[in-house]
């Protein structure tokens, strides 16, 4: 009796956060039978999209944001031949099934094994890409036919209705509630029972030793990547029945943030539990929605939800538990020259050099270019600020932060409110923003404390989701700023009102920002954030104040990325909150990987790159370089990003000069 108790307690026990979720729906956020079925399906249909995600996490230990998006292509392929071509349902389902497999086999022998040895950001950030390519797809797909796909649904195969109270089910809702289960119920029992699903799982669980048993890793990804593509076919089919296809990609954000929360609630790994906790989300989603004055409240009801969630695991204690931080690390740090090649005459004029080279280039911006292109330059100045705070959090301390704008917006906000109600000057109003963006980062670290990697990249995305729907929204605050913002003269005396000089002034704070970031990094709290994400447990037992160095890490990056904000609404004359949506977010994340988070420039030189090529690069043959299949390319040739490639050249030509050098001190 005692095992038999004992093993239900074992089983139990992980899916407590989801039947904590239910239970919040069913005390605070009441439905109708019907309803609460409708939330059960959708629900189902987040899981499906969850565990294909789990089911490459297993495989390459990334985050798939182009899960939604492997199946959207099939799924209006189905669409095409059922509604606008009348074929059957059943063929529709069929063919749009095997394209999703095929699919997935592409993407992962194209692309994925292509990043096979590169750090796992890349990847992850290489998976945006893989977006964007489907994305295009999926919109051209649909002129074989002549039409529209968007909002088109399949008509249910047969004529069965239920009527629940208000609530009119069809056989499509049906068809969901049956073939979603029986969907991932089948997973479980591939990776259970047979030989191809052990190897699978043997090889997520320690991949290099797999190889060294003869198990084929690279092929085993393939499967998992057709698998994750034809759950996620089944998703998008089945949610076209019953909602219709989706407007404006295949997954929203608040559906991302679902998807993700079920995952890490599952501990990433744990596929009964990540289904369960998928549909517990999709009840409490609904319930909100039916229940809340405006569907702008979700976000923030969810996020305390998920956090909730979260905070109620155990911290795990298994090597995969502890692998969710470590692996994330991009690149080493960059070393300095040793002195005695720093000292070369040659060495120190290329250093000098580049500097002057780099001084004129700023110079000439303003006299060469047109005022709209001396705006957006200062675009990329305030980017490669918000870069910055990026390094400091995920290139310092390894914590992956995905809402990084949602601190940018607090700043944005605060400063614009300084300026517009309180004539505050400009200067001033940065300080200010500095301030509460990095005690907006405090308080975000402080229950984010016991969270590390993917779990905290999602704790990230859903406060960033908060915020800009909303935390400053002026339809739930009064004090939001919503007129134009004018750029008063500095201290009274000094205007910044043209572009030119706006120009100016971002690049010196950017110069101050940048100059405070080397010194942090030079000083006994920069090299205490770099050990505990090296090593915690060796940090600790060498007396490095683990909670209070997280927090500081959390804070500097939250007040450089208020600064940012307050630049960026002065530069728009506004404060939009739509300029600071979750979108945004992954585009500066990109940025900083692609620019390199090893060094304090990267962030610079990636926000210049995404950027530049999108806004000056005008050649058509070069235009490609700003989408994903260009960030794609710029990571698959340089995995540590462009500042890597920096250093690398540096270390090349000094080497050369040193030892020329010291060629010559020898002959002589």
């Known amino acids: 009796m005692s095992k038999i108790v004992s093993d239900l307690r074992r089983t139990l026990t992980p899916l407590t956060p989801a039947f904590a979720l239910v239970a919040v729906q069913l005390v605070f956020f009441g439905l109708p039978a019907g309803a609460f079925i409708r939330g059960i399906v959708l629900g189902l249909l987040t ?22 998006d492997l199946g959207f292509v099939p799924a209006i392929l189905s669409v095409g031949l059922i509604v ?17 497999i095929v699919l997935g086999a592409i993407v992962e022998l194209a692309i994925v094994r292509r990043f096979v040895r590169s750090p796992r950001l890349v990847l992850t950030v290489a998976t945006l890409g893989i977006t964007q390519l489907l994305s295009v797809l999926a919109i ?22 239920l009527t629940v109270g208000t609530f009119i089910l069809n056989a499509n809702d049906l068809i969901a509630m049956i073939l979603a289960p029986l969907a991932m119920i089948a997973v479980g029992l591939f990776l259970s029972k047979t030989q191809v699903g052990i190897a699978v799982r043997a090889a997520a669980e320690r991949s290099d030793r797999a190889a060294l048993l003869g198990i084929p890793v690279g092929w085993l990804s393939t499967i998992v990547w057709m698998l994750a593509s034809a759950l996620s076919f089944l998703a998008l089919f089945l949610r076209s029945g019953i909602l219709g296809v989706p407007i404006g990609g295949a997954l929203s954000v608040s559906g991302l943030v679902l998807a993700l929360a079920a995952l890490v609630i599952g501990r990433l790994r744990n596929l009964p539990t990540i289904a369960v ?51 994330w690390r991009l690149a080493d740090e960059v070393h300095d020259l040793a002195p005695e090649v720093a000292r070369v005459p040659w060495v120190r004029v290329m250093r000098w050099g580049t500097y002057a080279v780099v001084l004129a280039s700023l110079v000439a911006i303003p006299i060469l270019l047109r005022t709209d292109q001396v705006i957006k330059a200062t675009a990329i100045f305030i980017y490669g600020i918000i870069g910055l705070s990026l390094v400091v959090l995920t290139g310092w301390a390894g914590q992956i932060s995905l809402g990084q704008v949602g601190f940018v917006a607090i700043g944005a906000a605060v400063s614009a409110k300084c300026t517009e109600a309180w004539g505050v000057d400009l ?42 729907s909303w935390l400053l929204n002026d339809r739930f605050f009064e004090w939001i700023p919503t007129k134009r913002i004018e750029r008063f003269p500095l201290f009274g005396r000094l205007d910044i009102d043209t572009p030119t000089r706006f120009y100016v002034y971002t690049l010196l704070v950017l110069i ?19 050990a ?31 600064v940012a904000g307050g630049l960026y609404t002065h530069l728009n004359y506004s404060f939009d909150i739509n300029s600071y949506n979750v979108g945004r977010s992954l585009e500066v994340f990109t940025a900083s ?22 806004w000056f690069v005008t050649a058509p043959e070069w235009r490609f370089l700003s989408t994903g299949a260009g960030v794609m390319f710029m990571l698959l040739v340089l995995p540590g990003g462009l500042g890597a490639l920096v250093i690398r050249v540096r270390d090349e030509l000094s080497g050369r000069m040193y030892r020329r050098a010291r060629k010559k001190e020898n002959v002589s």
């Open 47 to 68: 899981a499906l999209l969850a565990v294909g995600m789990a089911l490459v996490y297993r495989a390459n230990r990334v985050i798939n944001f182009a899960q939604a």
């Open 84 to 100: 606008f071509n009348g074929l059957p349902y059943l063929f529709g389902l069929g063919v749009g099934l095997i394209s999703s």
């Open 593 to 614: 990987i692609v620019g390199g988070l090893g060094v304090s420039f990267g962030a610079i030189l990636g926000a210049a790159y995404l950027r530049g090529t999108e």
């Open 532 to 562: 505990l994400r090296d090593n915690e447990r060796a940090a600790q037992a060498f007396g490095v104040p683990v909670i209070w160095v997280k927090l500081t890490a959390f804070t500097i990056s939250g007040a450089i990325a208020g």
């Open 140 to 161: 051209i797909l649909p002129r074989l036919w002549d039409e529209v796909a968007a909002s088109e649904r399949i008509p249910p195969p047969v004529a069965w209705k």
């Open 277 to 327: 906790a998928a549909v517990a989300l999709g009840i409490l989603e609904y319930g909100v929605q039916w229940n809340a004055e405006s569907p702008l409240l979700v976000a923030p009801f969810i996020a305390v939800a998920v956090m909730a969630a979260l905070l109620m695991q155990r911290k795990g204690v298994s090597r995969l538990d502890q692998d969710t931080t470590a692996s």
């Open 512 to 530: 101050v920002v940048f100059g405070g970031v080397r010194g942090i990094r030079r000083s006994r709290t920069g090299r205490a954030i770099l």
């Open 427 to 468: 200067t001033l109003s940065l300080v200010i923003a500095a301030i509460v963006g990095g005690l907006a980062a405090f308080l975000v670290g402080l229950p984010a404390l016991r969270l590390r990697g993917l779990y905290l990249a999602v704790v990230t995305l859903v406060f960033a989701l908060s915020v800009t």
